[in-house]
């Protein structure tokens, strides 16, 4: 008797119980990505046999999240504020909390009106992209110093055919004309050199450059605040993601270089995780 989707799943998840903390999802997105089909097929279809290829494929796969590497690089792709995004080795995986820094940023840019703004460190380009498809008046311009990550970016504005969005390799505003943004968005490095989480999960896979930021999580948001007064326009906003515990630091921060207008903003879970700040 060849397996069914049903078992496939039902053994996939065993398999990966102790290995994540989501393994029915896990097991059916590594399937739907294997099959091109959607998640909600495997509940129409559950009794349709597997091809023993497919199997085989499929259980490769979930060996894979097994070992601990994150379905996203499996798949390659991640949802990010309802895109499709390509991800790889090279970028960080787009997380949801991120969707905040997104939606602040849709507040500050007023109805009808072209604003240029910048995303630094913007990897897959999720955070540029999200906004670019929500606000097809503005410019936006993504910047990371991964050429590997530019090159990700600039695959999924063309796939997601947005024309208001150009990305370029650089460290973070060097070089960049004084008063060029209305607003600059970061979702920077921030955690500490020695925090013990960059050892525990998904985090394990990806970009080190992209996640660890000095001592204390905070050397590029240091770099990025005198930057990010030079290159705003009066009256233009910084929009920063930061660590759950950074938000006093870098309000501070923010004061001394003569910002204004400090808001801190939390999460889906309540964490401290956005500041804005105004010139
Ligand atoms: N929020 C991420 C984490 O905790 C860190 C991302 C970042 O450094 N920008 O893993």
């Known amino acids: 008797?060849?397996?069914?989707?049903?078992?496939?799943?039902?053994?996939?998840?065993?398999?990966?119980?102790?290995?994540?903390?989501?393994?029915?999802?896990?097991?059916?997105?590594?399937?739907?990505?294997?099959?091109?089909?959607?998640?909600?097929?495997?509940?129409?279809?559950?009794?349709?046999?597997?091809?023993?290829?497919?199997?085989?494929?499929?259980?490769?796969?979930?060996?894979?999240?097994?070992?601990?590497?994150?379905?996203?690089?499996?798949?390659?792709?991640?949802?990010?504020?309802?895109?499709?995004?390509?991800?790889?080795?090279?970028?960080?995986?787009?997380?949801?909390?991120?969707?905040?820094?997104?939606?602040?940023?849709?507040?500050?840019?007023?109805?009808?009106?072209?604003?240029?703004?910048?995303?630094?460190?913007?990897g897959s380009g999720a955070i540029a992209l999200a906004i670019a498809s929500e606000c097809p008046q503005c410019n936006v311009f993504g910047i990371d110093q991964s050429k590997s990550a530019i090159r990700v970016a600039e695959t999924n504005a063309r796939q997601l055919d947005l024309s208001n969005v150009s990305f370029s390799q650089g460290n973070w505003l060097e070089g960049v004309d004084a008063h060029s943004f209305d607003i600059i968005v970061a979702n920077p490095p921030y955690v500490a050199l020695n925090d013990p989480h960059l050892q525990q999960g998904d985090v394990r896979f990806e970009p080190k450059t992209a996640l660890v930021s000095g001592d204390d999580g905070l050397d590029d948001i240091r770099t990025i605040i005198p930057q990010a007064k030079k290159c705003l326009k009066r009256k233009g906003w910084l929009v920063l993601e930061h660590g759950y515990d950074q938000q006093p630091q870098i309000m501070a921060l923010l004061d001394a270089a003569g910002f204004r207008e400090l808001h801190g903003l939390t999460d889906y879970a309540k964490q401290p995780r956005v500041v804005l700040a105004r010139l």
Request: glycine fraction near 2%; proline fraction near 7%; charged fraction near 25%.
């Open 1 to 122: 008797m060849p397996t069914t989707i049903q078992q496939a799943i039902q053994t996939a998840t065993a398999k990966l119980k102790d290995s994540s903390d989501t393994p029915k999802l896990d097991a059916e997105v590594l399937l739907a990505h294997l099959l091109k089909k959607n998640r909600v097929h495997f509940l129409t279809w559950p009794e349709e046999p597997l091809s023993q290829i497919t199997e085989r494929f499929f259980f490769d796969l979930v060996e894979r999240r097994a070992e601990g590497e994150p379905v996203a690089y499996i798949t390659g792709m991640q949802e990010f504020w309802s895109l499709k995004l390509k991800v790889t080795t090279d970028t960080l995986i787009p997380r949801p909390e991120t969707e905040v820094v997104v939606e602040q940023t849709l507040v500050l840019i007023p109805d009808d009106t072209a604003c240029d703004i910048a995303d630094l460190g913007t």
